[in-house]
């Protein structure tokens, strides 16, 4: 079963940092853009930023542009996302997943369009 497989969660201070990694699972999604998303308690599930194919084009939500970085790997299969400037509205449960094309299109990931979810990893930014 293709999906991905979310890991680097845990609780930091605010203004702390981390580093996600998203490991595709059952497939290679190397010619495919992978976007990142997070889940707030209580909240609709928000699409944050998309990397493309080559990992040459990136697009970022005005909340996280500036603070979070994502970058891939295609010979591992993975995608990692650096977080850093953390604030408590960051909390949330972070996934992954892919798109059916190679561009992100110039705009913030929308739910419908990707596929291959995964668990998730939970980021709780409190002190």
């Known amino acids: 079963q293709p999906q991905f497989v979310e890991s680097g969660g845990g609780l930091v201070q605010p203004g702390g940092s981390l580093r996600l990694s998203c490991a595709a699972s059952?497939?290679?999604?190397?010619?495919?853009?992978i976007g990142w998303f997070r889940q707030a308690p209580g909240k609709e599930r928000e699409g944050i930023l998309c990397i493309n194919n080559s990992g040459g084009s990136t697009v970022y939500a005005d909340s996280v542009k500036g603070r979070f970085t994502v970058s891939r790997d295609n010979a591992k299969n993975t995608v990692y996302l650096q977080m850093n400037s953390l604030k408590p509205e960051d909390t949330a449960v972070y996934y992954c997943?892919?798109?059916?094309?190679?561009?992100?299109?110039?705009?913030?990931?929308?739910?419908?369009?990707?596929?291959?979810w995964g668990q998730g990893t939970r980021v709780t930014v409190s002190s």
């Open positions: 997943a892919v798109r059916t094309y190679a561009s992100c299109s110039g705009y913030v990931p929308r739910g419908d369009e990707y596929h291959f």
């Open positions: 059952g497939f290679s999604p190397d010619y495919y853009a």
